[in-house]
């Protein structure tokens, strides 16, 4: 794939990404060398990690473990607050000179309209907030509001208030509803949709005969949830007509067309990258090849084929 | 107080295995031919390691170079689980994905004697350590282990670091007791200790000196999920705040880390 090459450029939401890969939240530090274009290659936009009014410390105790074919995370949106990121990150996040979300985390009503002010008032440095209303590692604001179509429209309708960009919305897999959910998502105003963020799962330590996580329950990623994000994508894709980003177990270029032939327009990608900084080149260079030899000039040609 | 610089990895690499040596039972060391890494590494630093094309186990598993030359590093791991297991039984010419290297690692000393205090496995970071040691430095080296079945294994290090001293609990290795008993009342000024091995040690030798703590640097151990500082899941808590062990360690000064706060 050449920097001239548009066969896998999407748009989601009005942020054109010249590659349908979108390095998912929580993942990407803020270490500058990771942010040049030679450890980029095949990225399409980032997600940053979550960013809340004030200051979190994340949560205690352990905080990964592995399970077959994945890997379960307790993190806890430790972040340096918003105005941290502002002055501190954000430089380091435009030096990419790739589009980039803003991942925000949902928390209460007030603290989300602070931080979604802050943030729009240099809207015109950032390409999109996505608002993350499915966060299972907390107890204050995050999964809860995801789970019904009612709190995710009051979440999604505030963010629409104070953001004026794109706002793309990271759904959770947790709700009973998730068709509900991204239908009143869509409804408040969502400009795209992130289908899914991590599976609530749990793990005991035998040896001391405890939950391994201090919060019992922890989000299960990894390869294992790959067939559960691709209904997710199925269902909310019967739903909605904004772009989704399909989001869950991506690992392989084969995996990312099944998500765009069930209907997503691009991938979020993060455990993948933890084993494997070559992921996205890898995806991409897939991609373009399977478009030469189905004589296709372009990857939106396949969105929800399958369907 | 000691700040090594931080790293992140410089990028994931293939490595094929030279060779295989079984040292114990359950102890093995493999060569492994990386150029990149052998080139990059530094005492102290460390490598993910997994199998490609294998999802299970899945993440890479941090293990400390024990040295690096021409193109070939080595690590040395005790089989405790499933990739320790699939280690064990590789073969040479196998390939294995590296991320690395990566982490602050020792450093150089700022003493002019460094003892080097090791656990068990804890010996590997520093065998890189005392092989790179700057020649005008004075150099130590305290291994404790905990019984006979060790036995293989000292062997093994005596023959890479003549002047080791062994502790073991049972004495059958060296001197009864455990390293403890080889490290003096007080840290003098000319001194500082390197360590790495199962938690409650390096705790102890931590928190034995009432001065000098700054002079001592512990090589920690944390789960870690992706070993470039991005998910945050290896982190421990500091005078300093939180820190990474992966790129902001995992050497620290034992007066910055907040030992209450470790479990094991």
Redesign the interface.
Known sequence: MTSKDKSLSVNIGGVLLDSPIVIAS????Y?E??WSPERLKGVGALSTKAVTLEPR??N???????T????L?S?GL?NGGVDTFIKEYLPIVRKSGLPFVVNVAVERPAETEATLKRLNEIREIIPAVELNVSCPNVDDGGMCWGLFPESAAQAVSLAREFWKGSLWVKLTPQSPDIRGVASAAEDAGADALVVANTWLGMAIDTRTARPVFERTCAGLS??AVFPLALKAVWDVASTVNIPIVGCGGV?SYQDCLAMIMAGASAVEIG?A??????TPARICNGLAGYLEEKVLSNLRELVGIAR | MFDGE?S?PA??FKGTVRDIRQITETVFSIHIACPVISRLARPGQFIMI?FPNR??????RPLAVSSAGGDDISICFQVVGKMTALLSRILPGEIL?L?GPMGNGFGLPSSTMVTMVAGALGAAPLIFAYNRMPQNIGKNFILGVADRSWYPFCEWIKKLIPEVRFFSEDGIIGKKGTVLNGLGEELSPEEEIWTCGPLPMMRAIGQKYTRGRERIRVSLET?????????????INTLK??KRVC?DGPVFSAEEVCWD?L?G
């Open positions: 929580g993942v990407w530090p270490e060398e990771l410390i994340g205690p105790g352990t905080r990964v473990w592995e077959p074919s994945g890997m995370n993190i430790q990894g390869p690992f455990t990258m933890f084993i494997d900084f070559e | 931080s992140i990028g994931d997994r999802s299970d186990p899945l993440l890479g994905s991320r789960r870690m999920a992706c070993g470039m500082g991005g998910c945050q899941g290896c982190v705040g939180k790129v706060d479990k």
